[in-house]
Each structure stands twice: as C-alpha cells, then as structure tokens.
C-alpha cells in the first residue's frame, strides 16, 4: 500500500497531518502498537523538520507485510554539518519556533531510536532526503 502527502509549510495547524494519517492507517490494518508508536515517532519528527526547516515538501510511504518504508523530502537549506545535527539538544531553530515547544533538538536522534533503518541524504543548498524503514517484526 503506498501513501502520498503534501507538506504544507504555510499550513502550522496540518503539520503532523501526514504521520496522523499514516497512524490511523496502519490501526486499521491490525499493526502492532509497538510498531505503530514507532512509526509515528520517527515521521512525526521528520514531518516537523521539513515543516520548519524545510519549507515543507513530501512524504510518501509504503505499507507492506514486511516494513513500513518512508520517505520525507524537502527543498529547504539541508544540513550542513549532519553528525552535529544527530546529536541529542543541538538545533537551529529560532526563538520564535522554540516558544512553539519545538526546536529541543531531539528530531533526528528520535528518528534514529525509532527506525531500524535510516538514511538522510542532505547537502546545503539542495534539502534533505529522510528514508526510515521499520520492520513490522
């Protein structure tokens, strides 16, 4: 089963929207709650990055018996110094997103503890590829 969604990074009230969607799916599907919670973690996380850093962009995500395999892409900056940013607390968030509650620097160690498979494709200037893979066993 494969899932789209829009990114909308001028619409704060739909980010998280697309792991909701995908939680909701794999409810229905009889998904172990285990999985589901880590599932929803790690695209959470990702979604928000390329909500607030990213100015948006795509997620689609393949549902099979074996994995859900996710991809969020956007066009943002990228990441500069990618080891940096897999560190717990290190973030580049402004001021105003961190009043939000967002920005503690806990996305991509999140992802990377929820995953069983990840790899970020970045580079300044060309955005960022997240590709999460957890196995539904």
Do not use: C
């Not at 789209?4 to 794999?26: C, P, Q, W």
């Not at 959470?44 to 996710?70: C, K, L, M, T």
């Not at 929820?114 to 960022?128: H, K, Q, S, Y």
Request: avoid cysteine; glycine fraction near 10%; aromatic fraction near 6%.
């Amino acid at each position: 089963m494969k899932q789209h969604y829009i990114i909308d990074d001028s619409n704060f009230d739909m980010a998280g929207e697309a792991s909701s969607s995908v939680k909701r799916t794999l409810t229905k599907l009889g998904v172990s709650p285990k999985v589901i919670r880590r599932v929803a973690i790690a695209m959470y996380e990702a979604e928000i990055n390329a909500f607030i850093h990213g100015g948006g962009g795509e997620a689609s995500v393949d549902i099979d018996d074996q994995r859900i395999y996710i991809v969020i892409t956007d066009h943002g900056k990228g990441i500069a110094d990618l080891e940096l940013a897999m560190q717990e607390g290190w973030s580049t968030a402004d001021e105003s997103i961190r009043k939000m509650g967002f920005g503690a620097g806990m996305g991509l160690p999140n992802i990377r503890n929820n995953t069983d498979e990840l790899r970020i494709i970045t580079a300044p200037g060309e955005g960022t590829e997240v590709h999460m893979t957890v196995n539904m066993k």
